[in-house]
């Protein structure tokens, strides 16, 4: 797109910590950036900080605008406007105010906060005939903005055609021999070799519906880390730092992830005020912006069980209750867990490792399960290969894990479910001892594990041959005539018992 006027390539409205960061990233990378945000020492410390950081560069690469207007006059046409705002009420705030200030009918605008999917397929519609509107989630976080997130594009195909060597450039790259993360963090000097983190996901709120997807998976794999840290800590008593350094050992094997290793840092930092671990002098209270609950409600809405995803935000939500944790902590009782010798401490560090990564995969396999039944009720072509790749560099998910993903979904396009790919299957089969073995563990200490326990009745309840919902299905027919299937019947035949009467079995239309 780079082109040879002096108009900019493309504008950047909110230069918060996402915004400020793409605006430098794509800068970096050769393409002149109009910038504006209604904070005006924002604009200034960007167009500041992208001389301190790289004076070699184009002195002029990022323009700071004093209103909306400006922005638009300085673009080549047809423009491109990035928005890095709130979801929600300023994303429309802002397309308001483009369309007051002119904006035309094939001029795009790309969305990359976390909106709700649905909200985005409204927009769309809404605003067509104004201008072109365009959505592209953005992981990673500021570092990830800065030197290469992970992007999800979705909507008209024709301006994917249009933004997509912006995104493949800005995007995280992949070794395509080895499938690691191609690390950057110079300014001014972006990677242009490996595979970019980014593809045409599909149509209008696709994007942030596999966004909203990676989000709760985000929220599990952190409750797993977080709960595998309770048992190390309360359950072997480990000190903060030894803890650590049990997951900068994981992070080096079958967990290795991104947030495996920021976990292992954290908990080797000291307080800079009191000298202790900094994580014990943190409330336990969780905080949470809604794309893990929103994830949730998609679950149950659609039927799909993600148990270990909603798990993991009624963690969060339990963790806010501290007033009320704190006064039964007096009043319920728990357990006077026995000594353990150094023997079984050491087999418990690695029996919990195991769990931790059958829990991680149930974890992943509801998540591409419920993107997969989002997918056929809304008519998408989701490629769930392609996905996972994504995935493996620039977002807060990243992990060596995903490769096996990629390679499940390569291997069988039509996988239905990813326990069915046989290398989970397997790996799952050999390591369900331990992961019941560090459960019972866990609660025999009194030590709450609802991701890793829930995870494992997930797999308990896909491995069974036959659930106790032939009871539950004849208790809604007792007491509400709701009919009930036979396993000597055609499944969609249904019967209902005349259970307070001669108990005489009737064949339903």
């Not at 300014?187 to 709120?205: A, D, F, K, L, R």
């Not at 208790?475 to 018992?497: E, M």
Request: with cysteine.
């Amino acid at each position: 797109m780079k082109n040879h006027n002096n108009l900019s390539d493309i504008g950047v409205i909110g230069l918060g910590v996402m915004g400020k960061n793409l605006a430098l990233n794509i800068a970096d990378n050769g393409y002149r950036v109009s910038a504006f945000d209604v904070d005006s020492p924002k604009i200034n410390a960007l167009v500041t900080q992208a001389h301190n950081e790289s004076p070699q560069l184009d002195p002029h690469r990022i323009l700071g605008c004093l209103d909306i207007k400006q922005l638009l006059a300085s673009l080549d046409k047809p423009r491109v406007i990035v928005l890095s705002v709130p979801a929600g009420d300023p994303v429309d705030g802002v397309c308001a105010a483009l369309m007051a200030a002119g904006i035309e009918t094939d001029d795009i605008v790309i969305d990359t906060g976390n909106s709700l999917w649905t909200d985005t397929i409204a927009r769309e519609l809404s605003y067509q005939g104004q201008f072109i509107f365009f959505s592209s989630a953005v992981s990673g976080g500021e570092v990830g903005a800065r030197f290469g997130p992970s992007l999800m594009p979705s909507g008209d195909p024709r301006a994917w055609a249009r933004v997509a060597p912006i995104w493949r450039a800005i995007a995280a790259k992949v070794d395509n021999h080895t499938g690691l993360p191609i690390e950057r963090f110079e300014p001014g000097v972006p990677v242009t070799e490996g595979e970019p983190c980014t593809t045409y996901i599909g149509p209008s709120g696709a994007g942030h519906y596999v966004k909203m997807v990676h989000n709760g998976i985000e929220y599990a794999d952190m409750q797993l880390i977080c709960e595998a840290y309770h048992v190390l800590s309360d359950g072997l008593g480990m000190s903060a730092a030894e803890v650590g350094a049990v997951f900068a050992k994981w992070a080096q094997g079958q967990l290795n992830s991104y947030l495996m290793e920021i976990s292992a840092d954290i908990l080797q930092q000291a307080d800079p005020l009191t000298d202790k671990p900094l994580v014990e002098m943190i409330l336990d209270t969780a905080g949470q912006k809604g794309t893990g609950l929103w994830t949730a409600v998609s679950s149950l809405h659609l039927g799909c069980p993600a148990p270990t995803i909603a798990e993991a935000v009624y963690a969060r939500a339990v963790s806010t209750q501290k007033t009320l944790r704190s006064q039964l902590n007096g009043r319920l009782q728990g357990v006077s867990p026995s000594a353990m010798s150094d023997d079984e401490r050491a087999a418990l560090v690695d029996i919990l490792e195991d769990a931790i990564y059958c829990a991680k995969v149930c974890c992943y396999a509801q998540g591409f399960q419920l993107m997969a039944m989002t997918a056929a009720e809304q008519g998408w072509q989701l490629d769930f290969a392609a996905i996972a790749k994504i995935w493996r560099a620039g977002c807060i998910i990243r992990a060596t894990f995903l490769q096996s993903i990629v390679s499940a979904y390569q291997t069988d396009e039509q996988l239905e479910h990813l326990l069915l790919a046989e290398t989970f299957a397997t790996r799952l089969s050999n390591k369900q001892p331990q992961w019941r073995q560090a459960v019972s563990t866990a609660v025999l200490r009194g030590i709450p594990v609802p991701c890793i326990s829930s995870a494992l009745a997930y797999y308990d309840s896909y491995r069974a041959k036959t659930l106790p919902a032939n009871l539950l299905q004849a208790q809604r027919d007792y007491f509400g005539a709701h009919t009930f299937a036979r396993i000597d019947s055609d499944p969609q035949q249904k019967f209902h018992l005349d259970w307070s009467g001669d108990r005489s079995l009737k064949s339903v239309p």
